[in-house]
């Protein structure tokens, strides 16, 4: 069976909260015809998004995304992903990027 290479952004709802630290964000955002107050999500994180690389067959997509996420349940209604093109040399199914959490703190 062929291989496709694909991008996904995979939305994950933790198995537990996870608290982070808090990042400074200014107290005000400029406009032009004002100052607004920004408010800040508190409280723990409650799942991420992530970016991921992978190859595999395209019967394997969604075994591929559930196999790459070990630390919460994958949210299919949230997350998408495509068939791509990589410069690369894999003969194998692998998973060829993992970018960076974003969490979310809210539902």
């Known amino acids: 069976m062929a ?3 694909y991008s996904a952004r995979v939305c994950v709802i ?3 909260s996870i608290d982070l630290p808090e ?3 200014p107290s005000l955002v400029v406009t032009e015809s004002a100052m607004i107050p920004i408010e800040r999500d508190s ?4 799942g991420y998004y992530r970016e991921l690389g992978f190859r595999c ?3 394997d997509v969604l075994e591929m995304i559930d196999y790459a996420v ?4 994958v949210h299919w209604g ?4 495509h068939e791509t093109a990589i410069d690369a040399a894999l003969d194998h199914d692998a998973i ?5 959490r974003e969490y979310f703190r809210r539902w």
Not at 78 to 81: L, S, V
């Open 3 to 5: 291989e496709n290479d």
């Open 14 to 16: 933790l198995f537990e």
């Open 23 to 25: 990042e400074p964000l």
């Open 43 to 46: 409280g723990p994180a409650v």
């Open 57 to 59: 067959a395209a019967d």
């Open 70 to 73: 070990g630390d919460g349940e």
């Open 78 to 81: 949230r997350t998408e992903w």
């Open 96 to 100: 060829w990027y993992r970018g960076a």
